[in-house]
């Protein structure tokens, strides 16, 4: 999967950064995860290895831990 015109400035991200993502996500793959993991210093990645394109939709409790763990650091 190609990245946008401005993929590149991705990885000049300096603020902590919690990347939430849907395991079954047939829109973006999860590799696309793994790469802002890798380019963004510092980030934290979960994966919801059950739900789709839009976990904070799907499951919001669950989700929503996950972010206020993350604040709380």
Do not use: N, Y
Not at 26 to 31: A, D, G, N, R
Not at 38 to 44: L, M, Y
Not at 47 to 73: K, Y
Request: aromatic letters at 6%.
């Amino acid at each position: 999967m190609e990245g946008g015109e401005f993929s590149e400035q991705i990885k000049e991200v300096r603020q902590p950064t919690l990347i939430l993502w849907g395991g079954r996500d047939h829109l973006i793959p999860t590799s696309a995860a793994h790469r802002f993991q890798e380019d963004i210093p510092g980030s934290q990645l979960t994966i919801f290895d059950d739900l789709g394109h839009v976990p904070h939709e799907e499951d919001p409790a669950r989700t929503v831990a996950v972010v206020q763990t993350f604040l709380a650091h």
